[in-house]
Nanobody, 124 residues
Framework: QVQLVESGGGSVQAGGSLRLSCASS????????MAWFRQAPGKEREGVAA???????DYADSVKGRFTISKDNAKNLLYLQMNNLKPEDTATYYC??????????????????WGQGTQVTVSS
């Protein structure tokens, strides 16, 4: 089993930045893919960014050039650096992980482990 805990959410003005973190614990040695998803009120959960075991990254078109996913394997931490935030980025952000080596951002069904989410609110 793998446990994921997100942190770093908050409220910022448009154009601002935030860095989300996801701490993993448990059988982390089995993890081959990690990702960030987000869900706004009344909308489906959508993929934001993914990183595989070889550090290959993939991003949703809506965040390319603004968000950066990275990880620190030694500390079992996953990050999402979010720059130039827009009001439409407002959502609950979730960390996800899976034992399968996904080289691209996949749908929610592809990830077996999830965190509880952290809220990001961007005001105009």
């Amino acid at each position: 089993q793998v446990q994921l805990v997100e942190s770093g959410g908050g409220s910022v003005q448009a154009g601002g930045s935030l860095r989300l973190s996801c701490a993993s614990s448990g059988t982390t040695i089995s993890i081959r893919s990690m990702a960030w998803f987000r869900q706004a009120p009344g909308k489906e959960r959508e993929g934001v960014a993914a990183i595989d075991y070889g550090r290959t990254t993939d991003y949703a078109d809506s965040v390319k050039g603004r968000f950066t996913i990275s990880k620190d394997n030694a500390k079992n931490l996953l990050y999402l650096q979010m720059n130039n935030l827009k009001p439409e980025d407002t959502a609950t952000y979730y960390c996800a992980a899976d034992q399968t080596w996904w080289t691209r951002l996949r749908s929610t069904a592809a990830y077996n482990y999830w965190g509880q989410g952290t809220q990001v609110t961007v005001s105009s």
